[in-house]
């Protein structure tokens, strides 16, 4: 079955950096284009970049243009997000699913995020 585990969030301070990853299993990811998700407290979930199945293709949220970047690696099916610049409104669980989303029954799968805090 499909399965999607984010790691790589934690606390870090305005201007510094994180790297998430986003292993997949259960299906051909090399097959499929994958996004990056966030969502905020209190805020619906919105896509923060994209990226087509070959990795020759990405696109991004005005808001994180310049500062993120999406990548995958298709032999260890796994996706990617390196964050730099953090502020303090890119706080939000993160979620990696495919572009669409994963449907299981009548509900979207989503995996169980990480958490990404920046705060001094």
């Known amino acids: 079955q499909v399965q999607l585990v984010e790691s790589g969030g934690g606390l870090v301070q305005p201007g510094g950096s994180l790297k998430l990853s986003c292993a997949a299993s259960?299906?051909?990811?090399?097959?499929?284009?994958m996004s990056w998700y966030h969502q905020a407290p209190g805020k619906e979930r919105e896509v923060v970049a994209a990226?087509?199945?070959?990795?020759?293709?990405?696109t991004y949220a005005d808001s994180v243009k310049g500062r993120f970047t999406i990548s995958r690696d298709n032999a260890k099916n796994t996706l990617y997000l390196e964050m730099s610049s953090l502020k303090p409104e890119d706080t939000a669980v993160y979620h990696c699913?495919?572009?669409?989303?994963?449907?299981?029954?009548?509900?979207?799968?989503w995996g169980q995020g990480t958490q990404v805090t920046v705060s001094s």
């Open positions: 699913n495919s572009v669409p989303a994963f449907v299981i029954g009548t509900m979207t799968y």
């Open positions: 259960g299906f051909t990811f090399s097959g499929r284009a």
């Open positions: 990226i087509n199945s070959a990795g020759g293709t990405t």
